[in-house]
């Protein structure tokens, strides 16, 4: 009877530590920037994020991201964990990869063809959002902001 209680006591500590880690995990590390993306058009596809420490490069070249990552789409919205993450000033841009072919499609103006947008919801005038718009100070720990991503052409 004693064996019994004990095993099912370590079969609840286990599941619970597996509980807290996976809650632990939805936030991600403790170093770290969670975005929402919202306002995506459909569930096709991915969104891909990039985290800028610099103007160099941002929005739309992601080779000079310091980090990026990919994500699955779940009711019109995706989530980016970036890990890790030094405090200091930085900028995040994300598209719409509806076809999934790991590139921001354009038409023949130069317009983004899939879903585009940026921290602090900054936009551009006749161009890409500017680095200094889209720039926020991270302080360290956990920090989640939210991307309201924007299509400017009619869908593919």
Not at 18 to 44: E, F, H
Not at 49 to 59: E, K, M, Y
Request: glycine share 10%.
């Amino acid at each position: 009877m004693m064996r019994t209680a004990i095993a099912i006591a370590l079969v609840l500590c286990s599941m619970l530590r597996a509980s807290i880690t996976a809650r632990a995990d939805d936030l991600g590390a403790v170093n770290s920037i969670k975005v929402l993306v919202i306002g995506l058009r459909s569930n096709v596809g991915e969104v891909d994020c990039a985290l800028f420490g610099g103007a160099v490069g941002f929005p739309s070249d992601s080779s000079k991201a310091g980090k990026t990552t990919k994500s699955k789409i779940e009711n019109e919205q995706a989530v980016c964990i970036f890990a890790d993450v030094a405090p200091g000033d930085y900028a995040v841009s994300v598209f719409h990869d509806e076809n999934s072919n790991g590139k921001l499609d354009r038409n023949f103006m130069g317009m983004p063809k899939e879903g585009v947008g940026a921290s602090n919801d900054a936009a551009g005038h006749f161009g890409p959002p500017k680095y200094d718009d889209a720039r926020f100070n991270y302080k360290g720990g956990r920090s989640v902001l939210a991307i309201h991503v924007k299509y400017l052409v009619a869908p593919l």
